[in-house]
């Protein structure tokens, strides 16, 4: 019977009972929320560094565009023809190739779309009507071993000589 009271008398106390009982699991708590705390700290402190260089540069970029001339519409157009020229290269020699897929054809095209229409550089090339007629109507093929991508394509290449030619004109008039 002796062997029992033993027994009892020292088993751990139940979790809230008796004076300072639960007082480790308050430190332990605490060891783990100040770590948390510091790192929110950190964060919060270098989000606010990252806007404020953020803020800096678009002010400095906002400037620079000041300084800069602009360039005139027919410039711009000029850069935006020769960007599309390239572009309807690398279309065609695609659209020509046996071992490229169509597929990437066609995100070449779709690009090319979405690029003219939100950015409209003069409204009287119509750049966009002349782009759909090019990927609809445009089966030209150079020869089978034919290496220079220029051989390819005829209405791409007479689209792009009358947009040159609108452009060379509004320079004039400018």
Known sequence: MNNQNDHWE???EPRGGGAGAGDGDQWNYARLLVPMLGLAAYRWIWERWCQREIQE???QYAKKLHEEPEFSLSQRAKVTLKELEHQLLERQHVYCSYTQ???QRLEMEK???IK??????MPELNLE???????RRDTHCADLLNSDKRQNGRLMWIYLKQWQDTVQKRKRAE
Not at 116 to 121: G, L
Not at 129 to 135: A, C, E, H, K, S
């Open 116 to 121: 003219v229409v939100n950015d409209p550089v």
């Open 101 to 103: 897929r169509r597929d």
């Open 10 to 12: 020292n088993a751990p």
């Open 129 to 135: 009507y002349g782009l759909n007629d090019i990927f």
């Open 111 to 113: 690009n090319m779309l």
């Open 57 to 59: 540069v678009k002010v």
